[in-house]
Each structure stands twice: as C-alpha cells, then as structure tokens.
C-alpha cells in the first residue's frame, strides 16, 4: 500500500478527481456544509455504497443534509451521544482501494481555507486496514438514521437557534490578570461563593451599604418592566435611573440613588435627560430587558447613545453610559465611574486611562461572560437570586473606592 501526504492546498482537487473517476464511494464525517467536493459527489451520487454525515455541535448545514436525504445511501447521526468525528474518504477501482483519511471535514472551510492535514492510502483488498476501513464506514452507516424529514425539520429549527453560539466558539476574549496587586480579590479568580463574601463584606465605614445598592437596583428594574420607554416617563424617574437625582435628592427613605454612579445634576447629560430624552430611550430599547445580550445589542445601544448629544463636539462617554446600561441589566453590565475606574480596571487587568466606551465591551464584559461567578446559575434561594440578578453592576460593592 502506498501513502502520500495531502497538503490543505491538495485535498480538495484529489478528492474531486477520487470522485470522478471511482467506481463506488463510501464516506464517512462528522461535520459537512456545501462546497466544491459535495457538489462533485452529488454528480456522481448514484455512486455512494454509504455516505455517513454527523451533525454534533450542529456544524453541518441542514441543506446538506436535505439534498443528501434523496438518496438511499445516506444517513445521518444524532447531535446526541459520543461524538461522532471521522474524516474517511474512500473510494474502490475494481480491486483498488484508495481512501483520504485525516483532519479535512467535508466542509468548505476545511477545503479552502482551515490547516488541515491528511494522507492518501492507495492499495486494494489485500491491505487490511483498508478493509477494516470500509467496515468502519459500513458500520457507521448500519448505526446511523435515515435523514427524514422528522429529523430534517427539529434540526434545521435548533442549527438556527444555536448560530450564536456557534460564533462565540470563535472568540478569543482578551482576559487579563489585574495589572497591579492589591488586597481585593481579581474577578477572574472568584467563585459565586468567593463572589458572595465580596459583595456582602465590602461596606467600608465610608462608603455606601450593601441593602442600599440592592434597593438602587429593585427601584431601576420596577421602572423597566413596566414596559414604558425610558423618555415617557416622570422627569425624576428618569433622573433617577440616569444618576443626576443631584446629592439632596438622591437620598430617598434609606436609599442613596446616587449609587453605582453619581453623573452630577448638571451638565450635557443631565439636561439631556431632563429636556429631550429619546435618544437616551431609542439607545435603551437596544438592550433587550430579558434575553442574552450580545455585542451587537451594545454597539448598536452606543451608537445610537453618542447620536443623543448634541453636535458640538460634546458626546457620552463611559460613566454615563455604563450607568444606563447598569440599570437596565444589572446582570450584564457595571458601570465604571471616578469612584471604581481605578480598581475595577487595574483588577481586569486593563488600564484605567484607556478604558472607553469603544473597548468596554471587550476589556470588561466579554471576559467577565467566561468568570465562574457571572456563569453560575441562579441560585433558588431568594437572598442570592437578588443578587445574582444585579451580580455585574454589584462589582462596584466591591471595587468602590471612597472620595
């Protein structure tokens, strides 16, 4: 049996010639999409013995699997159970065998673009292990299901449902251990558990109470769920979940709304909030209230937020824009002010300096998304549920430091 190894640039133009010039095929992958190896096979379908596709972690495109579904070779395996992952390519000649096994799915990413790596095996019925190869094929096909159209219609309904999570996969957040040390503990490093103690231990003498920033947070999420734009509301709503209550007022029957950011009762954003207030809305209703909130949601929330200012020269920056955001999703976002810029940054592992409204999302959320603390699942007991709720935007309990 002679080998030959296939280089990325090779597999594609060996393995359509394979096809158009074999008597029979019988091929085996975990994963399939359309590209220029499929379309050669389709020409030549009527020569499958067995065409085995796997669908786990929903990679392969439903319309792969609905043209493969007209013919009688083909099957497919469940997104359920061990993972299902070969790459076997095998074609006959009479009594020449010669497969492609290694890395390349049959996928146009794998033939194209991706490092892979395979080799020719090119022998006949005598070499056993490409006999135990077609077995392996054949066997697959025997434990794998028809492609019905049952099949067909729940997963073409959860490939969609799962397209972002599968563009998550891809992502490489920029998680950072803290720049400096210091006594408080790095967000990366906690526990729900660790996570807990912080938040409920970090009453300093001087500065704002626990309960208090939890009374902050239930006022802001009885002012979102009613459902009303931000911009219909009473002037000192708004104002309140906007941070420029002012000091006198902020302090309302034993709760301080001036927490999680005080933006001052005067100036462009304040005035903004008091006289025309929709752009600040049309931003907000970007966030969605209840469901994941990804970085399109904010880059859209930010453009729409910078477009509220007006046009000269003066524009939102983080604190008061991560203010809205920690009001509306106290889950998702923290606001960094004067108080915690320091901390919290240093703590994340980014430069208090540099850290702005373009590279928030990036420094601070996507690497708090991959935290042990942030993933924990709602607890049922209803004191930490409260919390969890708020868990982001209650980092500044933590990272708050007194003027």
Avoid at 171 to 190: E, G, I, Q, W, Y
Wanted: charged letters at 20%; proline letters at 5%; a neutral charge.
């Amino acid at each position: 049996m002679d080998v030959k190894f296939l280089s990325a640039s090779q597999t594609q133009s060996t393995l359509i010639a394979l096809v158009e010039n074999c008597e029979s095929m019988q091929w085996a992958v975990a994963w399939a999409t359309e590209n220029a190896v499929f379309e050669a096979a389709m020409k030549d379908s009527s020569k499958f013995e067995h065409f085995v596709v796997g669908t786990h972690m929903f990679q392969t495109q439903p319309e792969v699997l609905e043209r493969a579904a007209a013919l009688a070779a083909a099957a497919v395996v469940p997104p359920t159970g061990d993972l299902f992952h070969p790459k076997v390519y095998l074609f006959r000649n009479g009594q020449r065998i010669r497969c492609v096994v290694g890395s390349p799915n049959l996928t146009k990413a794998a033939m194209i673009r991706n490092v892979e790596a395979s080799v020719l095996l090119d022998g006949s019925l005598d070499d056993a292990a490409l006999v135990e190869l077609s077995l392996f094929v054949a066997e697959a096909w025997k434990g794998a299901e028809d492609i019905s159209h049952e099949f067909l219609f729940r997963y073409r309904h959860q490939y969609a449902a799962k397209t972002a999570a599968r563009q998550e996969l891809i992502k490489f957040a920029d998680v950072r251990p803290p720049s400096k040390l210091n006594t408080k503990r790095a967000p990366h490093d906690m526990s729900w558990a660790d996570y807990l103690v912080q938040v409920r231990s970090s009453s300093h003498p001087s500065a704002h109470l626990f309960k208090e920033r939890l009374g902050v947070l239930t006022k802001a999420r009885a002012l979102f769920v009613t459902g009303i734009p931000y911009a219909k509301w009473n002037e000192d709503d708004r104002k309140l979940v906007a941070g420029t209550l002012g000091r006198k007022k902020s302090q309302q029957l034993g709760v301080d709304y001036g927490l999680f950011g005080s933006m001052g009762a005067s100036g462009t954003f304040a005035n903004l909030v008091i006289e025309a207030p929709t752009g600040l809305s049309h931003a907000l209703d970007f966030i969605p209230l209840m469901c994941a909130i990804t970085q399109g949601d904010y880059d859209r929330y930010c453009k729409v937020f910078r477009a509220a200012f007006d046009q000269d020269g003066r524009v939102g920056g983080l604190p008061t824009a991560t203010r809205l955001l920690a009001m509306k999703r106290p889950d998702a976002f923290v606001c960094i002010d004067s108080a915690n810029r320091k901390d919290l940054c240093e703590n994340f592992g980014v430069s208090p300096s540099t850290t702005n409204l373009e590279n928030y999302w990036q420094r601070i959320i996507e690497p708090m998304h991959g935290d042990p603390w942030w993933r924990h699942p709602q607890p049922s007991n209803a004191a930490d549920a409260e919390i969890w709720l708020g868990r982001a935007a209650l980092l500044d309990a933590i990272y708050y430091t007194p003027r």
